[in-house]
């Protein structure tokens, strides 16, 4: 079976790191995502509220990033939970359990930080996100010759 979702929408509040009691951090937050049709009378787009909860670094790494307004782009997989609430009655929930978070704009003006994510994987690919990628000192690289005659192809 195959259980894959990919959502694009702006955060609608600041993401919420909690910790669980062995000390693994847990991130909520939820996306506004738009529909790609709009409704039949008035032809506007409806907007979507999904809920996503990312585990471990990931959710480490969109609770330091990401906040409200901000577009995110989240890869994962769709969970349906069940719970019972205060009075005894049985819910459902659904919520996108991410895999991967992106940046789904470009960096923000006034952001200081110094460090440039890319929204594609980079080289280093941890917990889920991706990281810079090492730029790679001058010596590294070897000029060719523009002789195609050598390529394998």
């Not at 994962?76 to 069940?82: F, W």
Request: negative net charge.
């Amino acid at each position: 079976m195959l259980n894959h979702i990919i959502i694009m929408g702006r955060l609608t509040r600041d993401p919420e790191l909690r910790r669980t009691g062995s000390g693994v951090a847990v991130t909520s937050f939820s996306l506004a995502v738009d529909r790609d049709f709009g409704s039949r009378e008035s032809g506007e787009r409806e907007t979507d509220f999904i809920d996503c909860v990312a585990w471990r670094q990931t959710g480490e790494f969109v609770d330091k990033y990401f906040s409200k307004g901000r577009m995110a782009v989240v890869s994962g997989r769709l969970q349906i939970r069940n719970w019972t609430d205060k009075e005894g009655n049985k819910r459902r929930s659904a919520e996108v359990v991410a895999d991967n978070v992106y940046f789904g704009d470009s960096k923000r003006d006034g952001d200081n930080s110094g460090a440039s994510y890319s929204a594609a994987p980079a080289g280093g690919n941890f917990g889920g996100y991706s990281a810079p990628a090492p730029s790679a000192p001058a010596s590294d690289f070897t000029m060719l010759d523009d002789n195609d005659s050598q390529l394998p192809f």
